[in-house]
């Protein structure tokens, strides 16, 4: 089991790098701007909580004065008309006055320099109260002579001089307070939009950057991929071309297969055929080789011998055969069918002693014809008729 | 090629798919490589091979769908080959018929002697292409 060797380490591109460093700036800028945005938006809601909360406060230092007079004027009907229903109506209205200090107090008291200013407002108005409970009570008692005493001291107090100046000096405060709340918010406000508008004209410079760093090799792969392209066409086209000369040399071999096989198949049958028409003949036939062995011989040959093929195929047909002489002792010492073959000749209708596989010996008539291959004698053809009997 | 390594054969007579713009030829001949052979190079040039190996086979192809061409043997399973197209030349006296055999025949004699048979005769030790280009010569492509 082989194992593959770790790739080489891959060059690192200056270019890629400089992309990759402008893509991390620019990401670095909008997160940036993003925090900033977040933080100055948390800002701008702490401020408007406590805007709103400054105009709650001023609602309500608007209303001491107007309620208190408002009280302070159903307490003199009271006072003119002794009638009961004026007396509730003072209540109520010193009720109210009480419900706006409360709701003021409430609103000052996470500002200690504000508690502390409104502490003396709200001392001031208690006092208002106790001077008008004195006041009821002396005119339930039906003390005139106090009654007319108390109402002149009161007359000649400062508490509503001092009152006021104390509330406009606290509302004052608070109007300062918002005009400078306003402008913080107006520089958030515009801080906001300068980090945004920074922000995106740096990303907008860094991506100008970053495309003109990679405007160099965005050419070459256009380049590279047109050229690509080009040669894939190229290439389809020599595909197509030779899977067109492949097809046309396939079909020009199958059809020459085709051809040799019908010619396989008309040789068999050709020499099948022939084969059949050498065997059907009643004559006995015999191939011999220029050296007169029998290399081949037709089933009437077998028949006539007695002998099978193999005691007869590349042995001498002299074993069997002999051309008739006229006495034993005429017999030529060389083998006149051999040296008639030699010569070319053939032999017609000769006599010839066939000797079979018992050992008797039939007369035949002998034809000898020489097989020739192009005008080269490469064997010869026997064949054998019985004799006609010798007639008595 | 050995015959293990081609698809067996399968007798054609069931293949014709009337209705196709392909010349239809009828091949009748005893031994079915002959047929094999005959169906397969004439379907490369673009002919329908109906195919028979005896007289009766024939008679059903050409009753079912008359060829343009019959290709017969000289011998055949059940009768002769002269004989089955003389069969034939009754029901389709227009169609013409190659008689295509391996049995040596003097082209003289075909021409003298069996020329109200048949239209041409080609020897099976000729090129099949001679076959194809005698088809040609009577039905074209």
């Given at each position: 089991m082989s194992t593959e060797p770790p790739p080489p380490p891959v060059a690192a591109d200056?270019?890629?790098?400089?992309?990759?460093?402008?893509?991390?700036?620019?990401?670095?800028?909008?997160?940036l701007v993003v925090v900033v945005s977040l933080n100055n938006l948390s800002r701008s809601v702490a401020t408007s909580d406590w805007v709103n909360h400054t105009h709650a406060l001023i609602t309500e230092l608007?209303?001491?004065?107007?309620?208190?007079?408002?009280?302070?004027?159903?307490l003199s009907r009271y006072l003119l008309?002794?009638?009961?229903?004026?007396?509730?109506?003072?209540?109520?209205?010193?009720?109210?006055?009480?419900?706006?200090?409360?709701?003021?107090?409430?609103?000052?008291?996470?500002?200690?320099?504000?508690?502390?200013?409104?502490?003396?407002?709200?001392?001031?108005?208690?006092?208002?109260?106790?001077?008008?409970?004195?006041?009821?009570?002396?005119?339930?008692?039906?003390?005139?002579?106090?009654?007319?005493?108390?109402?002149?001291?009161?007359?000649?107090?400062?508490?509503?001089?001092?009152?006021?100046?104390?509330?406009?000096?606290?509302?004052?405060?608070?109007?300062?307070?918002?005009?400078?709340?306003?402008?913080?918010?107006?520089?958030q406000a515009q801080t906001t939009r300068?980090?945004?508008?920074?922000?995106?004209?740096?990303?907008?410079?860094?991506?100008?950057?970053?495309?003109?760093?990679?405007?160099?090799?965005?050419?070459?792969?256009?380049l590279a991929n047109r050229l690509l392209q080009q040669s894939n066409v190229e290439l389809e086209e020599k595909v197509r071309q030779r899977t067109a000369e492949l097809s046309a040399t396939n079909a020009q071999l199958a059809a020459q297969s085709l051809e040799d096989r019908w010619s396989k198949q008309a040789l068999e049958h050709q020499n099948r055929y022939n084969l059949l028409i050498i065997d059907s003949i009643s004559d006995a036939v015999f191939v011999v080789t220029k050296l007169m062995n029998v290399s081949r011989l037709n089933p009437a040959a077998i028949h006539m011998t007695g002998l099978e093929p193999v005691e007869l195929i590349d042995k001498p047909l002299a074993r069997v055969l002999s051309l008739a002489g006229p006495t034993e002792?005429?017999?030529?010492?060389?083998?006149?069918?051999?040296?008639?073959?030699?010569?070319?000749?053939?032999?017609?209708?000769?006599?010839?002693?066939?000797?079979?596989?018992?050992?008797?010996?039939?007369?035949?008539?002998?034809?000898?014809?020489?097989?020739r291959d192009r005008d080269k004698v490469v064997g010869g053809v026997v064949i054998l008729q019985l004799s006609a009997p010798a007639s008595t | 090629m050995s015959n293990t390594t081609r698809p067996p054969f399968v007798p054609s007579h069931k293949l014709p798919v009337p209705g196709s713009s392909q010349k239809h030829i009828l091949a009748i001949d005893d031994e079915l490589p002959i047929l094999e052979l005959l169906q397969e190079y004439l379907k490369t040039h673009g002919y329908r091979v109906s195919?028979?190996?005896?007289?009766?086979?024939?008679?059903?192809?050409?009753?079912?769908?008359?060829?343009?061409?019959?290709?017969?043997?000289?011998?055949?399973?059940?009768?002769?080959?002269?004989?089955?197209?003389?069969?034939?030349?009754?029901?389709?006296?227009?169609?013409?018929?190659?008689?295509?055999?391996?049995?040596?025949?003097?082209?003289?004699?075909?021409?003298d002697n069996l020329k109200w048979k048949i239209s041409s005769y080609v020897s099976k030790t000729a090129p099949l292409q001679s076959l194809v280009d005698e088809i040609r010569r009577h039905i074209g492509r």
């Open positions: 200056p270019t890629m790098r400089r992309v990759l460093a402008c893509f991390g700036l620019i990401l670095a800028v909008l997160v608007d209303a001491l004065q107007p309620t208190l007079n408002a009280a302070e004027g159903e008309t002794a009638d009961q229903r004026d007396h509730g109506s003072y209540q109520n209205k010193f009720a109210e006055l009480g419900e706006h200090v409360d709701v003021a107090i409430a609103l000052v008291a996470g500002s200690p320099t504000e508690k502390q200013q409104f502490q003396q407002i709200a001392l001031l108005l208690a006092k208002r109260a106790d001077v008008a409970s004195q006041i009821v009570r002396l005119k339930k008692g039906g003390d005139a002579a106090a009654l007319q005493r108390l109402l002149a001291q009161d007359a000649e107090s400062h508490d509503h001089r001092e009152l006021a100046h104390l509330i406009e000096k606290l509302r004052e405060t608070q109007t300062d307070l918002l005009s400078a709340r306003d402008r913080a918010l107006f520089l300068w980090t945004v508008l920074t922000g995106l004209a740096l990303d907008f410079l860094l991506l100008c950057g970053a495309a003109w760093l990679i405007r160099d090799a965005l050419a070459a792969r256009t002792l005429a017999k030529p010492t060389y083998d006149p069918l051999a040296r008639t073959l030699a010569e070319g000749h053939e032999l017609r209708d000769k006599p010839a002693c066939l000797t079979t596989k018992s050992g008797h010996s039939i007369p035949v008539r002998l034809n000898f014809y020489p097989l | 195919t028979a190996t005896n007289a009766h086979e024939a008679k059903r192809i050409v009753e079912s769908e008359a060829p343009d061409l019959i290709i017969s043997d000289l011998q055949l399973e059940d009768t002769d080959g002269l004989q089955l197209i003389e069969q034939l030349r009754v029901v389709l006296p227009k169609t013409p018929v190659i008689l295509l055999t391996g049995v040596l025949f003097d082209p003289h004699v075909v021409e």
